[in-house]
């Protein structure tokens, strides 16, 4: 009976890069805590990733590394469904059909869209235009109550519940309406320029710490992070270089704002700065000995993506059904 209520969970990272301290602080944590209260499907979102053009060699071996990072940050494969997103081939099929009932004006508003498209000027490709759609997909195939994302990836979610209750509008109750879960970090912002979101297409590197650096690296980037001409530590309005240290440094230690305030009372920037940095630092030590001893193991990361695979496509399949014939196609 217990099982029965517990809620379904579905998210996905895009192999881009090594995670940052924002995917893991604003999302892939959360997805390891929150595997023990719900029915948990994560994935690597691979397609996605082609929206950028890829070096096909480099691109194999990071899709596999990521996957591994999913793992060595605790999300654990006997709780949940650990999966790649082209080995799933639902999502690219369910992807088609959403694209068909997703507006284009709908698409037009997308801000992702428009950043990238100016990130990316000589590559505009369809599949950037369409992308929300096949996040709609990813998300639907698995019926989720909670999507746990960054607020980034809000106005996305957004879109897949207008999609989601369109279709059920004109075909029938299909698609459980998901619903954003918004970590209290949802934006860890740049340490070079606290006003841009910590990202791995930051042309500064020491704006961005990445969940392998080393922690030599680690401490070195947040000495130099960006502040404020004042002194004193605390959480205020205009200080978002200080309000982004503070709240990076209450993730990993689990203290408030006004605990932080006062252990750094009359202490300065300085110590604040070094103690962030150590604090993280050995924070991410377990992920990083992880990730090394997973990607000596191939074997079984093998196992386990193919397994996640299996189980994936299996409740995938069971939405994709119900659409084709839904939306009226022939049954093959
Ligand atoms: P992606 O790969 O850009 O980021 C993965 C997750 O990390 C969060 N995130 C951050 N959180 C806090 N501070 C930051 N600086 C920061 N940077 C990134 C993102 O919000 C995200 O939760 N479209 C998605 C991947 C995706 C997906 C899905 C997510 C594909 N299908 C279905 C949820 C459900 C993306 O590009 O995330």
């Known amino acids: 009976m217990e099982e029965q209520k517990k809620k379904v969970i579905l998210s996905g990272i895009q ?9 893991y602080l604003g999302a892939v944590r959360n997805w390891a805590q929150m595997q023990e209260d719900f029915h948990s499907a994560y994935m690597i979102a691979d ?3 082609l929206t950028v053009r890829q070096e096909p060699a480099d691109f194999r071996k990071r899709i596999l590394s ?5 793992l ?4 654990d494969p ?5 999966f790649i997103q082209s080995h799933v081939p639902a999502h690219a099929q369910l992807g088609w059909v959403l694209a068909c009932n997703t507006q284009f004006g709908e698409l037009s508003r997308m801000t992702q869209f428009k950043d990238k498209a100016a990130q990316h000027a000589d590559n505009i490709n369809a599949g950037l235009f369409t992308y929300p759609a096949l996040m709609a997909a990813d998300i639907l195939l698995y019926q989720a109550d909670l999507v746990p994302v960054g607020v980034d990836q809000k106005q996305h979610l ?9 279709f059920n509008g004109i075909y029938g109750n299909t698609f459980t309406l998901p619903e954003p879960y918004i970590a209290k970090e949802a934006k ?7 006003l841009k979101k910590m990202s791995k297409s930051d042309p ?22 960006v502040t404020d001409s004042e002194t004193e530590v605390c959480y205020r309005e205009g200080k978002d270089g200080i309000n982004n240290l503070m709240t990076i440094y209450a993730a990993v230690t689990g203290l408030s704002m006004d605990q932080i305030t006062a252990d750094f009372a009359g202490r300065g920037y300085g110590d604040f700065k070094a103690a962030v940095g150590e604090v993280v630092a050995e924070h991410l030590r377990p992920v990083r000995e992880r990730y090394a001893d997973l990607m000596n193991n191939k074997d079984y990361l093998t196992e386990c993506y193919r397994k996640g695979a299996e189980q994936a496509a299996r409740i995938a399949h069971r939405t994709l059904e119900k659409v084709y014939k839904k939306v009226g196609l022939l049954p093959a």
């Open 78 to 82: 006997d709780k949940s469904v650990v």
């Open 66 to 70: 990521c996957y591994a990072l999913l």
């Open 47 to 49: 397609l996605h990733a």
């Open 204 to 225: 500064n590197p020491n704006g961005c710490i990445t969940i392998l650096d080393e922690p030599g690296t680690i401490v070195r980037k947040f000495k130099r992070a």
């Open 188 to 194: 860890i912002m740049s340490l070079a320029d606290p």
């Open 72 to 75: 060595a940050c605790g999300v």
């Open 158 to 166: 957004e879109l897949t519940r207008d999609v989601a209750s369109r």
């Open 15 to 23: 192999p881009t890069g090594v995670f940052t301290l924002g995917n």
